[in-house]
Antibody, heavy 116, light 108 residues
Framework: QVQLVQSGAEVKKPGASVKVSCKTS????????IHWVRQAPGQRLQWMGW????????KYSQKFQGRVTITGDTSASTAYMELSSLISEDTAVYYC?????????WGQGTLVTVSS | EIVLTQSPGTLSLSPGERATLSCRAS???????LAWYQQKPGQAPRLLLY???SRATGIPDRFSGSGSGTDFTLTISRLEPEDFAVYYC?????????FGQGTKVEIK
Protein backbone atom coordinates (compact mmCIF):
# COMPACT_ATOMS: atom_id res chain seq x y z
CA GLN A 1 0.00 0.00 0.00
CA VAL A 2 1.12 3.55 -0.67
CA GLN A 3 2.76 5.18 2.35
CA LEU A 4 4.48 8.48 2.96
CA VAL A 5 6.30 8.58 6.29
CA GLN A 6 7.76 11.86 7.48
CA SER A 7 10.54 12.60 9.92
CA GLY A 8 9.83 13.62 13.48
CA ALA A 9 9.04 16.92 15.14
CA GLU A 10 11.68 19.64 15.22
CA VAL A 11 12.34 22.64 17.43
CA LYS A 12 14.45 25.36 15.87
CA LYS A 13 15.69 28.81 16.83
CA PRO A 14 14.90 31.84 14.68
CA GLY A 15 17.33 32.14 11.79
CA ALA A 16 18.04 28.42 11.64
CA SER A 17 17.11 25.95 8.92
CA VAL A 18 15.04 22.77 9.08
CA LYS A 19 15.04 19.77 6.75
CA VAL A 20 12.04 17.43 6.74
CA SER A 21 12.10 14.06 5.01
CA CYS A 22 9.27 12.14 3.37
CA LYS A 23 10.03 8.45 2.78
CA THR A 24 7.69 6.83 0.28
CA SER A 25 6.82 3.20 -0.36
CA UNK A 26 4.25 1.10 -2.18
CA UNK A 27 4.64 2.77 -5.58
CA UNK A 28 7.28 3.80 -8.10
CA UNK A 29 8.76 7.00 -6.67
CA UNK A 30 9.76 8.44 -10.04
CA UNK A 31 6.27 8.15 -11.51
CA UNK A 32 4.77 10.89 -9.33
CA UNK A 33 5.43 14.34 -7.97
CA ILE A 34 5.79 15.18 -4.30
CA HIS A 35 4.29 18.42 -3.03
CA TRP A 36 4.87 20.14 0.29
CA VAL A 37 2.04 21.88 2.14
CA ARG A 38 2.09 23.51 5.53
CA GLN A 39 -0.60 24.36 8.08
CA ALA A 40 0.08 26.97 10.71
CA PRO A 41 -2.09 26.88 13.85
CA GLY A 42 -5.65 27.86 12.95
CA GLN A 43 -4.68 28.65 9.36
CA ARG A 44 -5.61 27.19 6.00
CA LEU A 45 -3.39 24.78 4.14
CA GLN A 46 -0.60 26.57 2.28
CA TRP A 47 1.16 25.09 -0.73
CA MET A 48 4.93 25.50 -0.69
CA GLY A 49 6.24 23.78 -3.79
CA TRP A 50 6.79 20.49 -5.55
CA UNK A 51 9.33 18.23 -7.15
CA UNK A 52 8.91 16.01 -10.18
CA UNK A 53 10.48 12.91 -8.69
CA UNK A 54 11.20 11.57 -12.16
CA UNK A 55 13.45 14.35 -13.40
CA UNK A 56 14.11 16.42 -10.28
CA UNK A 57 12.49 19.58 -11.61
CA UNK A 58 11.09 21.82 -8.90
CA LYS A 59 8.69 24.72 -8.61
CA TYR A 60 8.16 26.87 -5.55
CA SER A 61 5.49 29.22 -4.30
CA GLN A 62 6.65 32.80 -4.57
CA LYS A 63 5.83 33.18 -0.88
CA PHE A 64 8.72 30.85 -0.07
CA GLN A 65 11.02 31.54 -3.02
CA GLY A 66 14.59 31.78 -1.88
CA ARG A 67 13.93 30.10 1.46
CA VAL A 68 12.68 26.67 0.44
CA THR A 69 14.53 23.87 -1.32
CA ILE A 70 12.88 20.59 -2.28
CA THR A 71 15.04 17.65 -3.29
CA GLY A 72 14.60 13.97 -3.99
CA ASP A 73 16.68 10.84 -3.57
CA THR A 74 15.46 8.26 -6.04
CA SER A 75 17.62 5.51 -4.52
CA ALA A 76 15.84 5.99 -1.20
CA SER A 77 12.42 6.91 -2.62
CA THR A 78 12.55 9.92 -0.33
CA ALA A 79 11.81 13.61 -0.80
CA TYR A 80 13.13 16.42 1.35
CA MET A 81 12.01 19.95 2.12
CA GLU A 82 14.46 22.41 3.61
CA LEU A 83 13.28 25.79 4.87
CA SER A 84 15.86 28.39 5.87
CA SER A 85 15.92 31.68 7.79
CA LEU A 86 13.15 30.45 10.06
CA ILE A 87 10.91 32.91 11.87
CA SER A 88 8.24 32.30 14.48
CA GLU A 89 5.53 32.46 11.82
CA ASP A 90 7.04 29.32 10.25
CA THR A 91 5.76 27.32 13.21
CA ALA A 92 3.43 24.84 11.51
CA VAL A 93 2.76 21.25 10.59
CA TYR A 94 4.48 20.43 7.32
CA TYR A 95 3.01 17.75 5.05
CA CYS A 96 4.27 15.98 1.97
CA UNK A 97 1.73 14.68 -0.52
CA UNK A 98 1.93 12.49 -3.58
CA UNK A 99 0.48 13.89 -6.75
CA UNK A 100 -0.13 13.18 -10.39
CA UNK A 101 -2.51 16.14 -10.35
CA UNK A 102 -4.57 16.15 -7.16
CA UNK A 103 -2.96 15.07 -3.88
CA UNK A 104 -4.00 11.47 -3.32
CA UNK A 105 -1.74 10.34 -0.46
CA TRP A 106 -0.34 12.43 2.36
CA GLY A 107 2.35 12.00 4.96
CA GLN A 108 1.39 12.14 8.62
CA GLY A 109 2.81 15.63 9.08
CA THR A 110 5.85 17.03 10.86
CA LEU A 111 5.50 19.73 13.51
CA VAL A 112 8.18 22.38 13.23
CA THR A 113 8.31 24.81 16.12
CA VAL A 114 10.37 27.98 15.83
CA SER A 115 11.13 29.48 19.20
CA SER A 116 13.98 31.28 20.88
CA GLU B 1 -3.22 33.49 -7.69
CA ILE B 2 -6.69 31.94 -7.48
CA VAL B 3 -8.35 32.70 -4.15
CA LEU B 4 -10.84 30.08 -2.94
CA THR B 5 -13.57 31.17 -0.55
CA GLN B 6 -15.56 28.51 1.28
CA SER B 7 -18.92 28.96 2.90
CA PRO B 8 -20.26 28.66 5.44
CA GLY B 9 -17.39 28.78 7.90
CA THR B 10 -19.18 26.39 10.22
CA LEU B 11 -22.12 24.09 9.56
CA SER B 12 -23.99 22.71 12.58
CA LEU B 13 -25.99 19.63 11.65
CA SER B 14 -27.25 16.38 13.13
CA PRO B 15 -26.32 12.87 11.98
CA GLY B 16 -28.53 11.83 9.10
CA GLU B 17 -28.91 15.38 7.78
CA ARG B 18 -27.66 16.65 4.43
CA ALA B 19 -24.62 18.93 4.27
CA THR B 20 -23.97 21.33 1.43
CA LEU B 21 -20.60 23.08 1.32
CA SER B 22 -19.64 25.78 -1.15
CA CYS B 23 -16.32 26.76 -2.69
CA ARG B 24 -16.08 29.86 -4.86
CA ALA B 25 -12.99 30.73 -6.91
CA SER B 26 -11.79 34.24 -7.74
CA UNK B 27 -11.28 33.13 -11.33
CA UNK B 28 -12.18 30.11 -13.40
CA UNK B 29 -10.52 26.86 -12.32
CA UNK B 30 -8.75 25.33 -15.28
CA UNK B 31 -10.24 22.02 -16.45
CA UNK B 32 -12.35 21.98 -13.27
CA UNK B 33 -9.26 20.80 -11.42
CA LEU B 34 -10.94 21.18 -8.04
CA ALA B 35 -10.46 18.73 -5.18
CA TRP B 36 -12.09 18.33 -1.79
CA TYR B 37 -10.29 17.06 1.31
CA GLN B 38 -11.48 16.04 4.76
CA GLN B 39 -9.34 16.73 7.79
CA LYS B 40 -9.89 15.50 11.33
CA PRO B 41 -7.99 16.88 14.36
CA GLY B 42 -4.39 15.72 14.47
CA GLN B 43 -4.64 14.01 11.08
CA ALA B 44 -3.47 14.78 7.58
CA PRO B 45 -6.02 15.80 4.96
CA ARG B 46 -7.71 12.94 3.14
CA LEU B 47 -8.69 13.19 -0.51
CA LEU B 48 -12.45 12.88 -1.08
CA LEU B 49 -13.10 14.16 -4.58
CA TYR B 50 -11.06 15.36 -7.55
CA UNK B 51 -11.92 16.84 -10.91
CA UNK B 52 -14.84 18.50 -9.10
CA UNK B 53 -16.94 15.32 -9.01
CA SER B 54 -14.87 12.13 -9.13
CA ARG B 55 -14.70 10.21 -5.86
CA ALA B 56 -11.33 9.02 -4.66
CA THR B 57 -10.71 5.35 -3.97
CA GLY B 58 -12.71 4.08 -1.01
CA ILE B 59 -14.83 7.19 -0.56
CA PRO B 60 -18.49 6.33 0.11
CA ASP B 61 -21.11 7.49 -2.35
CA ARG B 62 -22.80 9.76 0.19
CA PHE B 63 -20.05 12.23 -0.81
CA SER B 64 -20.66 13.96 -4.12
CA GLY B 65 -19.30 17.00 -5.87
CA SER B 66 -20.59 19.32 -8.53
CA GLY B 67 -19.87 22.61 -10.19
CA SER B 68 -17.63 24.14 -12.79
CA GLY B 69 -15.79 27.35 -13.57
CA THR B 70 -15.85 29.33 -10.34
CA ASP B 71 -18.58 27.68 -8.26
CA PHE B 72 -18.27 24.24 -6.72
CA THR B 73 -20.25 22.25 -4.17
CA LEU B 74 -19.55 19.30 -1.92
CA THR B 75 -22.65 17.47 -0.73
CA ILE B 76 -22.79 14.85 1.99
CA SER B 77 -26.19 13.23 1.54
CA ARG B 78 -26.63 11.80 5.06
CA LEU B 79 -24.10 12.68 7.70
CA GLU B 80 -22.50 9.80 9.55
CA PRO B 81 -20.78 10.36 12.93
CA GLU B 82 -17.35 10.02 11.28
CA ASP B 83 -18.12 12.84 8.80
CA PHE B 84 -17.86 15.61 11.38
CA ALA B 85 -14.61 17.28 10.40
CA VAL B 86 -13.14 20.21 8.48
CA TYR B 87 -13.43 20.21 4.70
CA TYR B 88 -11.10 22.05 2.33
CA CYS B 89 -11.37 22.70 -1.37
CA UNK B 90 -8.22 23.04 -3.47
CA UNK B 91 -7.59 24.06 -7.05
CA UNK B 92 -4.74 22.34 -8.86
CA UNK B 93 -5.28 23.76 -12.33
CA UNK B 94 -2.84 26.60 -11.96
CA UNK B 95 0.16 27.56 -9.93
CA UNK B 96 0.28 28.27 -7.08
CA UNK B 97 -2.00 25.51 -5.92
CA UNK B 98 -4.37 27.12 -3.46
CA PHE B 99 -6.75 25.96 -0.75
CA GLY B 100 -9.91 27.39 0.69
CA GLN B 101 -10.04 28.39 4.34
CA GLY B 102 -12.14 25.37 5.27
CA THR B 103 -15.67 24.60 6.43
CA LYS B 104 -16.10 22.93 9.78
CA VAL B 105 -19.00 20.49 9.96
CA GLU B 106 -19.91 20.10 13.62
CA ILE B 107 -22.51 18.12 15.51
CA LYS B 108 -25.57 20.18 16.38
Amino acid sequence: QVQLVQSGAEVKKPGASVKVSCKTSGYTFTNYAIHWVRQAPGQRLQWMGWINAGNGNTKYSQKFQGRVTITGDTSASTAYMELSSLISEDTAVYYCARSSSHFDYWGQGTLVTVSS
Amino acid sequence: EIVLTQSPGTLSLSPGERATLSCRASQSVSNNYLAWYQQKPGQAPRLLLYGASSRATGIPDRFSGSGSGTDFTLTISRLEPEDFAVYYCQQYGSSPRTFGQGTKVEIK
